[in-house]
T-cell receptor, first 115, second 116 residues
Framework: AQSVTQLGSHVSVSEGALVLLRCNYS??????LFWYVQYPNQGLQLLLK??????LVKGINGFEAEFKKSETSFHLTKPSAHMSDAAEYFC?????????????FGKGTLLTVNP | GAGVSQSPSNKVTEKGKDVELRCDPI?????LYWYRQSLGQGLEFLIY????????KSGLPSDRFSAERTGGSVSTLTIQRTQQEDSAVYLC??????????????FGPGTRLTVT
């Protein structure tokens, strides 16, 4: 079955440090890829997406992600963490094929930013 | 413009009661989705609407769950005879279309359902 794996359910960084959240997908055909952020008691907000073209995509709040087909990865990074980045982050994929309208999500990574 | 809205934001109900959850998608979005977010299962797809029809109901956990969409807009998710395992956050999303580059899904704030 196709799946999305987020390595690390909880990542803790210091303010100003690099943020790296990992996402790997399983698919023989590159899917469309998304990162969403969820703040406490809120819905999901789209951070960025990869469909086709440039493999390095930039999103809101200074985040970016790079699609690496050879590694089936779409890791999310931010050079310098801010306290306001503390939230849960979800990687999601949209696979080609019959059910290509729905998103398949990873389990999420909770990001904690320490002062 | 206005985003996806959901009501109620919180719902506490007794086991065995029926509940209705409402979703108002972004105006002009033809596709609407329901997902469930629970501690044990993460984010799960429930059902998808294209216009008023639901081509895929495969994610509905049991026949106690049903959903409809009227006028190509508002959708209602109904859970009959609620069980404690139905406790979760129910998220609604909409998208302009389901193909091409304008299919990204925009999510509402969710309805937190607690079954006691």
């Amino acid at each position: 079955a196709q799946s999305v794996t987020q390595l690390g359910s909880h990542v803790s960084v210091s303010e100003g440090a690099l943020v790296l959240l990992r996402c790997n997908y399983s698919s023989s055909v590159p899917p469309y890829l998304f990162w969403y952020v969820q703040y406490p008691n809120q819905g999901l907000q789209l951070l960025l997406k990869y469909t086709t073209g440039a493999t390095l995509v930039k999103g809101i709040n200074g985040f970016e992600a790079e699609f690496k087909k050879s590694e089936t990865s779409f890791h999310l990074t931010k050079p310098s963490a801010h306290m306001s980045d503390a939230a849960e982050y979800f990687c999601a994929v949209r696979y080609s094929g019959g059910s290509n309208y729905k998103l398949t999500f990873g389990k999420g990574t909770l990001l904690t930013v320490n002062p | 413009g206005a985003g996806v809205s959901q009501s109620p934001s919180n719902k506490v109900t007794e086991k065995g009661k029926d509940v209705e959850l409402r979703c108002d998608p972004i105006s002009g979005h033809t596709a609407l989705y329901w997902y469930r977010q629970s501690l044990g299962q993460g984010l799960e797809f429930l059902i998808y609407f294209q216009g008023n029809s639901a081509p895929d109901k495969s994610g509905l956990p049991s026949d106690r769950f049903s959903a409809e969409r009227t006028g190509g807009s508002v959708s209602t998710l109904t859970i009959q005879r609620t069980q404690q395992e139905d406790s979760a956050v129910y998220l609604c999303a909409s998208s302009f279309r389901t193909s091409g580059t304008r299919y990204e899904q925009y999510f509402g704030p969710g309805t937190r359902l607690t079954v006691t």
